[in-house]
């Protein structure tokens, strides 16, 4: 079994590469260590990889920018598991592991012996995640972002939450849109839609608490046309997965998939990664890659 470490020095407010470093040589794996300069390095390590053969571990070092990149290459390749070690701000896609997510995570020797399972992922336009992906004002929203996490004393929650501020206060809301899930069709104003296999993005927020990343199913949010004041008034119902408190204004499926389109080019965000296009289309892309955990920690909140 190899066990790469792809780590990204510019994840996080600090670069803890050469701690890291040293933590992963304490190991008894014979780990490969790659500092990448870019999450595409990063992606073409994975493909090179799971093009060589044989078992291998990849453990993402960095945020879940860094996840996702990895998550590129390894999908469909059933000998290549992935995992996250959380150097990032955000790393929102671990805390389905519950509170100890971090500490857990951080504990290498565990993590290499720990069990893996098929995780599904969210299929937007040919760009693949794990988490969860968004269009709308929440996609502008996750797309700035950036701008604030550099800002002293200012958290992942606190990037998202400036970042939310500015683009509800200064920037319309809704978009006319077309909307498609199953045999539901919406034309009209749309505010945000919200398409998870994962539960958690922007920093901690949680919109569908159950989700599950194995079930075989999206859970998809569509919320209609709100003003400035019922937006900021229902953010925080909405982080904490509240949305069946407002039947009138948040609709709710499971399926597995959605088309979003738009006369002007539409904003969507998969796991950090941005795009832009007229035409969203959303799909589940079923057991797809392999992660691997701790033995002490599961993503199943019922265990």
Wanted: glycine letters at 12%; one cysteine or more.
């Amino acid at each position: 079994m190899r066990h790469l470490f792809l780590i990204n020095p510019g994840a996080g407010k600090t670069d803890s590469t050469r701690d890291l470093v040293e933590q992963i040589r304490s190991l008894p794996l014979n780990g490969e260590i790659y500092v990448t300069r870019s999450a595409r390095e990063a992606g073409e390590i994975t493909c090179r990889a799971a093009a060589q053969g044989g078992p291998a571990r990849l453990y993402a070092c960095g945020g879940d920018g860094t996840l996702n990149a990895v998550i590129q290459g390894a999908a469909g390749h059933g000998h290549i598991a992935v995992t996250n070690v959380p150097r990032g701000t955000g790393n929102d896609f671990l805390k389905i592991f519950g509170p100890n997510w971090r500490a857990g995570f951080s504990d290498l020797a565990a993590l290499s012996q720990g069990p893996q399972a098929a995780f599904d992922l969210i299929d937007c336009n040919g760009v693949l995640g794990i988490g969860v992906a968004c269009a709308g004002v929440d996609a502008r929203i996750a797309a700035d972002v950036h701008r604030y996490k550099t800002l002293p004393l200012v958290s992942g929650v606190g990037a998202y939450v400036l970042s939310l501020l500015a683009n509800v206060l200064f920037h319309p809301l809704s978009q006319r849109v077309e909307l498609t899930v199953d045999d539901f069709h919406f034309q009209g104003e749309l505010t945000l839609l919200c398409v998870c296999s994962g539960r958690y993005y922007g920093g901690g927020f949680m919109p569908v608490g159950d989700a599950m990343p194995d079930d075989g199913v999206l859970d998809i949010l569509a919320v209609s046309q709100v003003g400035r004041l019922n937006f900021l008034r229902l953010a925080g119902a909405y982080g904490r997965g509240q949305y069946r408190r407002y039947p009138d204004l948040i609709r709710s499926f499971r399926s597995r998939g959605a088309t979003l389109s738009s006369r002007e080019e539409l904003t969507a965000v998969v796991d950090g990664e941005v795009m832009r296009a007229r035409e969203l289309r959303m799909a589940l892309s079923e057991k797809q890659v392999q992660f691997f955990y701790p033995q002490y920690l599961d993503y199943r909140p019922d265990l």
